[in-house]
T-cell receptor, first 112, second 114 residues
């Protein structure tokens, strides 16, 4: 059973606010990922990390930033939220030599 | 450029019958394929996978078939149950330039009717 957590689950916030989406996993996985998904669309990778102090931008350009100071923690930050950031954000993790990714429950973000 | 395509956005099937979900890919470097299931307001959960060295993998009611020459895979669910109603995503991995990262299709919404 995968143990990966995301908070908050739902967030409604006004334009211009700074937000941080939290993601934590207790499996000791080295690799972690952030995806963005809109209804009826594929999951788009926006950030990934292969270990502490390693972060890379994904295939989809995003104004968000991430950090990986601890193995278990991979927060995503938006300095100034805009309506175009409204989406579902999914965090995932995997073992170093595995293709299988375990997903958290997601954060549904709405920017008004 | 979408490298993994699920051309059927939705599928309706009667309980007890077979559900067949299809997925096509364009990148010949992909060598590992996964299916995920997603309920509303939840994250995707891993269902079944297949390596390119195989053409079939079975796990209970779920079977995945891979046709490498056609760059096509399919997921069979038999018999379908009401709890199978969800969105199913196909994903692929293996491109050396993006090792470990998954490319996802847009998903197929499955509805199992009584």
């Amino acid at each position: 059973e995968a143990d990966i957590y995301q908070t908050p689950r739902y967030l409604v916030i006004g334009t211009g606010k700074k937000i941080t989406l939290e993601c934590s996993q207790t499996m000791g996985h080295d690799k972690m990922y952030w995806y963005q998904q809109d209804p009826g669309m594929e999951l788009h990778l926006i950030h990934y990390s292969y270990g502490v102090n390693s972060t890379e931008k994904g295939d989809l350009s995003s104004e968000s930033t991430v950090s990986r100071i601890r193995t278990e923690h991979f927060p995503l930050t938006l300095e100034s939220a805009r309506p175009s950031h409204t989406s579902q954000y999914l965090c995932a993790s995997s073992e170093s030599l595995s293709h299988e990714q375990y997903f958290g429950p997601g954060t549904r973000l709405t920017v008004t | 450029d979408q490298q993994v395509k699920q051309n059927s956005p939705s599928l309706s099937v009667q309980e007890g019958r077979i559900s067949i979900l299809n997925c096509d890919y364009t990148n010949s470097m992909f060598d590992y394929f996964l299916w995920y299931k997603k309920y509303p307001a939840e994250g995707p959960t891993f269902l079944i996978s297949i390596s390119s060295i195989k053409d079939k993998n079975e796990d209970g009611r779920f079977t995945v078939f891979l046709n490498k020459s056609a760059k096509h895979l399919s997921l069979h669910i038999v018999p379908s149950q009401p709890g199978d109603s969800a969105v199913y995503f196909c994903a692929a991995s293996g491109d050396p330039d993006s090792w470990g990262k998954l490319q996802f299709g847009a998903g197929t919404q499955v509805v199992v009717t009584p």
